[in-house]
């Protein structure tokens, strides 16, 4: 499946594995592209803000996009928000002449009234290219934009190219049942909507329209079970499963400390080999460590993929 | 017990009960203090954010404190944050009269350096006057003010007045450790800390070395049993418990809609009348209260109290 | 005249005149409404940010309202923003029937987006009530909300009661420019435009459009003669009386300061007894008043006004 | 002289000058150079905010600082602020190698409290390594980041390597007078302090003690001759010069729009070739021309560097 307006399933948002000494950690990353693929994943993203993405010089982001695609079965969405619109442009060029299957593009932090921000992806869309297809993140909790339903309407209908929204606004769930109803009516043309927000809502986000999950929760298996429930119609089972990780989805959702919890957990798993991050950012103590193993503890009783 | 530096247990943050017209409801107030009391509370919080107190004319706020002061057996505390020195020492000296047993105050929202916060409580203390015990509020999800470790020191040394810190950092828990830690080493006086954000961490934060919970969550009875099985160190059965709480938990810590949905609850548990609120606030759509009635019936299946 | 859409001229904003004690200073109000009408301002303002509004508990802000109102011989416009509207509807209303002329809402700082706004205003009208004229705060610097032309005009087509923008946008000439073309072209029906941000574009707002302005330059005779430079034509003479008056108008512009300098030049001119503010507010240092009382006598050299 | 904590006069922060179509105008480079030499400058500041570098590609930057730092006689300070220490890092090792004085860095917009501040920058000087001179950018207005002066204290106990505070707090005349006072004391070591803020206050700041101005007036001769005034102590002079121009400089002053305004004059005055800006930048308005141009003719009357 490309990337495109019918995308559905789960994109995990790729962690950027390092070396204890900050060097990039190229086996890891083919090792987590393999497990993504085995997981059962229907994409990746990579780049984006939990991928440490401003961290790495230009030569390092491609040299990432490079691997990646070169060795996934499943389209490569790639992160190119960028402080201005020529950095953002040459790696979505780059991106896509590699391989990729599109980007992702955020608004830039300082945008505030409903002008402002259509005028920005007027012109990010005239820097990368009207042919290269491209996910637009609402997360205004990290991004402090906050982008209303007609908002979204209006980049949707002035951008052919833009395919998905990645859904983290929070609240959420009612902005996702408009989005959807004015879509039923007709008034706002198809384009998929992947949830994210670390999965907090993701027990009720596919009741409400959308078609999966853009998140680094780092059971991206247990996302694709979850997500195959919920296509079953299967209610209880799909909460049941949720409730069950929802102690550690809870755990990673936390800013700054999150992303330490992932690598964490990823490399307890075995995907990655070192949980290092690159400056700057917060060790996890030693008390949080002990936590996060007794909420995998807890999961492992009823789900053995925590068992570890 | 009075609200003093050893201070534990349960204060629920008290919604502000109102007639669908938006005319105050006296007798929800009297039935909810008494659930309060019932439920094992150890105090009472009055006039907080989540009470709408912004939405008060300056009578219908002391009338409260009049009320709720003359029917609770435990201390109650009352937010008294405000604009400007003038209303907030007016409000504080009234609720003591009254017989409060202290106050609460947060930081005014363009608070940024650690000089500028600490000025801040000086000249708060100064209007409220000295014998005034009070509850420091850290929220900076909804407050925007970020105090760290360094300046909750100062304000503390600075302040014997101040008893209590009402811990509701995102992420807290290593900050909670912090506190404790320096209060362990002798460089910080002892003081209480109740945490909040919604109960979020109420799994852990006990064990990092909270004194209890000060929040609105429509179950306060059950916060009083979590406390007492933390306080039992039953761990397994505490997280237990609070797992099974945590669906709810988490769909009420939302913005905005959180309270919508705290008031909802409380209603259908028979505590208040009406949930209404006044503007400007959303009412919670139809599928948000399906929403909220399934995750009502999953906890039902383990605890009666949520069968309603 | 009346406070309408075809209000021209000088209205000034008002300080708050304190005794050294904090106490309000009534001799010095009436003084200072005299000095108003002598300089020939067309209209007052009062109790808006820089007449320290926040500071006053509620009987204080009435008893000014009924103080100027009483005194004044042209329109009296109060500022009425409040964090609820209960408490912006009692003092629209009280303001009203004590013969106010209007009042002045600014938006709620938490404001995001365009439809945020628009539905502040929605329910600030309905609770003032749509028959009290109002002049509506553009004041981004301070209360960091942006509205945009669009939200500008949706809010002037929603209010008809809506008479006046007071525009201090900054950068702000194209957006004054771009409203009065809405308004030639017939798509923003008519509404008075007076100008502020300290009157640091008094220059070329009015040749962009304005009415006049609403600001608290200690020199409120200055703005008189220079609006009426500006009504006829005289370019050159307006440029000239306001390049002499801008290093003063630069230096009262800062934020936090700004007031403490007003109030001490009020004092110097004998318009107010005494500059004390409440707090929190710096006093103005020793070297500050130094420069504040050099730059008087720079003005002095060609206008008499400032000669004291 | 090198760039030094004794470093004293005008720095220009240098535009960044592009061809119509967008393309780096190096033969307006040179000239500006050039230009900044013959006005007296003493240093010259590029890739700063003014200069467009965010929307500069990699390659471009270095470029630019290759080009500068080979046809300067005098130190060149790069503004190295970047989203992540890795690219801080490259460029300033990269610019110090072509032969830099020194870097600019400013805090990450996301810092709140003293110690998120100091913690930053001792992660960015151990990014940088201890070898390279900075200068700190202290700009809240634009950085929405606030440093207290015990912040700025502490930053320069630190770090040896910082030799310059680049002060454009707002306001920030009684800052500097305290830091210069801390000095006296010996309190603090010396380092040098050059003001900006468009150079707003630039008649008082030399008064209270700063070294001199690192700002992008488009008149930096007489920035130059303003400070030679200063030094010898003419204060009527130096005030007379600068409320010449001080209704251009409030003009330029202006954000967004400010930066079109500085190289439209640069481009009247024949240092750079076009005031082509890469977006997202509005043009300037023909109305907002015409204003310019009637400024610039104002000052002409006396000073005939504006007779363009």
Redesign the interface.
């Known amino acids: 499946m490309t990337f495109g307006i019918d995308t559905k399933g789960v994109y995990p948002i790729a962690a950027t594995p390092f070396h204890p000494d900050g060097v990039l950690d190229t086996a890891s990353i083919d090792r987590m592209i393999d497990f993504y693929h085995e997981a059962g994943s229907t994409g990746i993203t990579i780049l984006g803000i939990m991928g440490?993405a401003?961290?790495?010089?230009?030569e390092?982001s491609l040299a990432i996009v490079k691997q990646v695609v070169a060795r996934s079965k499943i389209p490569v969405v790639v992160g190119v928000s960028?402080?201005?619109?020529?950095?953002m442009r040459?790696l979505a060029r780059d991106a896509m002449d590699l391989g990729a299957g599109g980007v992702m593009i955020a608004p830039a932090?300082h945008l505030?009234?409903?002008?402002?921000i259509t005028?920005?992806f007027n012109?990010a869309v005239?820097?990368v290219g009207t042919d290269v297809p491209w996910a637009l993140q609402d997360y205004p909790l990290t991004l402090t934009v906050?982008?209303?339903?007609?908002?979204i309407s209006r980049i949707m209908a002035d951008h052919a190219s833009c395919i998905m929204l990645k859904a983290e606004d929070?609240?959420g769930?009612?902005k996702l049942?408009a989005l959807r109803k004015a879509q039923a009516e007709g008034r706002l043309r198809p384009f998929s909507i992947l949830t994210a927000n670390a999965g907090?809502f993701l027990?009720?986000e596919p009741e409400?329209g959308s078609d999966g999950a853009m998140t680094g929760y780092a059971f991206p298996d247990m996302l694709v079970e979850l997500d195959a429930l919920h296509r079953k119609g299967e209610r209880d089972a799909a909460?049941d499963l949720?409730?069950l990780h929802?102690?550690l989805i809870?755990y990673e959702q936390?800013?700054?400390?999150g992303l330490a919890v992932r690598k964490h957990v990823l490399m307890r798993r075995g995907i990655i080999s070192s949980d290092t991050q690159?400056?700057?950012w917060?060790a996890l103590?030693a008390?949080?460590r002990e936590?996060v193993d007794?909420l995998l503890s807890?999961i492992a009783r009823k789900d053995p993929r925590a068992a570890i």
Request: glycine content about 2%.
């Open positions: 440490e401003p961290k790495l010089e230009p390092e960028a402080p201005g619109f020529a950095a040459r932090p505030r009234t409903d002008d402002q005028n920005y012109q005239e820097a906050q982008m209303s339903v007609p908002v929070w609240p769930l009612e049942s907090l027990d009720f409400r909460h949720f409730d929802l102690p809870r936390q800013p700054v400390v690159r400056k700057p917060p103590s008390t949080a936590e007794y807890r």
